[in-house]
């Protein structure tokens, strides 16, 4: 299979959401650093850091199709005075062929602090709620579009862009060495207006997204003078209705504040590897790569993903 063949195929994929009305896939990507940008999707995490917090996450995926999607984003959390009142936005931009998806939002999360634990390792034991609201903007250049029927009546005519608002919820339990969450990004489920060539309009139905999302961190030795040695498991279900389940494991060996390396699996046949280094205890790079196992590798090819964040272990307000 060729790229440009592939490219068309998704091009319809994308064209067949829009004209359906009733049929739904995932839209919204999986990251192999699903712990560190779980921001993006579930609010409650703004403050977990217990600290200002900024990240930002690139992700490439499918590099042999010409208009292959490609995600970036940039965000910042950080707990208030009082440390239970945390905030935080991102930005963000998604871009598949002839269509983007990009947007803004703030977050605001709320933490119920059960036990304050050992703050050097952070094990502390809270539970949070948060909520996020923001203005997204769908954009579809129909110049882009190369279908074998181009005079079919229901391919949309022209460049269009749409902005609308969205939220979603989310709740963080943090059990000292383990966490889990859940979270409903895209709460608001709107349908998103293109207008056709014939007049008619058609609907991009933003669906609500489920996550769910267990992890910890096992210790290897206990020695709190030197470095924690860990592995650090992450197991994470993203689901659609009307979508197949995607399930998204790692495991990643650690020695804190310096550097991880792991192994991981997507559901869509993907192996994960994982690496990442910290240099003074701050500023952390990681790189994810994705070798695609499927049947249709060499004309898909792999997906790439960088998470670069920066904690400044004290608060922008103070506390």
């Known amino acids: 299979m060729k790229a440009r063949t592939t490219y068309t195929f998704l091009i319809i994929g994308i064209l067949f959401m829009l004209n359906g009305g009733k049929t739904y896939a995932q839209q919204l990507p999986d990251f192999s650093f699903s712990k560190e940008s779980m921001f993006l999707y579930n609010p409650s995490v703004a403050g977990h850091a217990q600290g200002m917090y900024i990240f930002s996450t690139f992700r490439s995926q499918w590099g042999k199709i010409e208009g292959s999607p490609f995600t970036a984003n940039i965000g910042f959390h ?3 005075r009082n440390k239970r009142i945390n905030l935080g936005a991102s930005v963000f931009n998604d871009f598949t062929g002839p269509t983007s998806y990009s947007g803004i939002s703030g977050s605001f999360s709320y933490r119920i602090i059960l036990d304050k634990g050992l703050s050097r390792q952070r094990a502390r034991k809270a539970l949070s709620f948060g909520l996020s609201l923001g203005a997204n903007s769908y954009r579809l250049n129909a110049g882009l579009l190369q279908l074998d029927q181009p005079d079919d009546p229901g391919i949309l005519a022209n460049t269009e862009s749409k902005m609308y608002p969205d939220a ?22 709107l349908s998103v207006p293109f207008e056709g060539r014939n007049g008619r309009t058609t609907n991009f139905t933003k669906m609500q997204h489920y996550h769910f999302g267990i992890g910890g961190k096992i210790s290897l030795q206990d020695n709190y003078s030197a470095r924690d040695i860990s592995l650090d498991p992450d197991i994470n279900l993203h689901y659609v209705v009307g979508a197949p389940p995607q399930v998204t494991g790692s495991l990643r060996y650690s020695i804190e504040s310096l550097l991880s390396v792991g192994l991981g699996y997507r559901s869509t046949s993907h192996l994960m590897f994982l690496g990442g280094f910290t240099v003074l205890d701050r500023f952390s790079i990681g790189y994810a790569y994705d070798m695609n196992l499927s049947n249709n590798r060499a004309a898909l090819g792999q997906v790439h993903e960088v998470h670069i964040s920066y904690d400044f272990r004290d608060n922008l307000f103070g506390y």
């Not at 989310?170 to 969450?181: D, P, R, T």
């Open 78 to 80: 950080t707990p208030l």
């Open 168 to 189: 979603s919820f989310g709740v963080l339990y943090e059990g000292g060495k383990y966490y889990i969450a859940a979270a409903i990004p895209q709460l608001l489920q």
